[in-house]
């Protein structure tokens, strides 16, 4: 079964700084692609970034970067120069196919963002 | 830009009520989700819906579940008697033809 794994709970970064929030996802597609979703307090799920398998290069928007590993699986989100309105659960997500030429996002537990000013 | 509307943002209801909950998708949109998320917990998928049916529901999408598309812009998830259990936050979500799902703001659904 396809997983999704954030082993961070919670992570904390000072206001400036940089912060790398891990998932780990398991799959044996060799294209697809890895979301990471953005949920303030309001609770809005906010599409962060995507990454695309079949590309060698890292997603970058802005402030936000992926590491992207596929061989290991690995899909880590980088903040720079990190805001307070970065605070926020943090969602990787991976869509699983399924019939229609749909997917159903698959996602970890998130990680909880503090930002300190 | 074009975003995914649910409506109401916060739902209160007596354990065995019938609710609606709707949305509104992106028009041109094709497949329509609902996912749910128990408070401190992740996402779920609940049912996918395109060409006017289900296309997949999971474990959680029983018999007290269901989904319409009753006109040409809704997409509603009805629990015929909703259980303490219900209460959660569902998201409504829609995709075109790209690989991107688009989420509402949610909908609280507490379950008294």
């Known amino acids: 079964a396809q997983t999704v794994t954030q082993s961070q709970p919670e992570m904390s970064v000072q206001e400036a700084e940089t912060v790398t929030l891990s998932c780990t996802y398991d799959?044996?597609?060799?294209?697809?692609?890895l979301f990471w979703y953005k949920q303030p307090p309001s609770r809005q799920m906010i599409l962060v970034i995507r990454q695309e398998a079949y590309k060698q290069q890292n997603a970058t928007e802005n402030r936000f970067s992926v590491n992207f590993q596929k061989a290991a699986k690995s899909f880590s989100l980088k903040i720079s120069d990190s805001q307070l309105g970065d605070a926020a659960m943090y969602f990787c997500?991976?869509?699983?196919?399924?019939?229609?030429?749909?997917?159903?996002?698959?996602f970890g537990k998130g990680t909880k963002l503090t930002v300190n000013p | 830009e074009p975003e995914v509307t649910q409506t109401p943002s916060h739902q209160v209801t007596q354990m065995g009520q019938e609710v609606i909950l709707r949305c509104v998708p992106i028009?041109?949109?094709?497949?329509f989700y609902w996912y749910r998320q128990i408070l401190g917990q992740k996402v779920e998928f609940l049912v996918s819906f395109y060409n006017n049916e289900i296309s997949e529901k999971s474990e959680i999408f029983d018999d007290q579940f269901s989904v319409e598309r009753p006109d040409g812009s809704n997409f509603t998830l009805k629990i015929r008697s909703t259980k303490l259990e219900d209460s959660a936050m569902y998201f409504c979500?829609?995709?075109?033809?790209?690989?991107?799902?688009?989420f509402g703001a949610g909908t609280r659904l507490s379950v008294l």
């Open positions: 997500a991976y869509p699983l196919y399924i019939q229609g030429g749909s997917e159903k996002l698959v």
């Open positions: 799959t044996s597609e060799s294209d697809y692609y």
């Open positions: 028009s041109n949109h094709l497949y």
């Open positions: 979500a829609s995709k075109g033809g790209g690989y991107i799902q688009y």
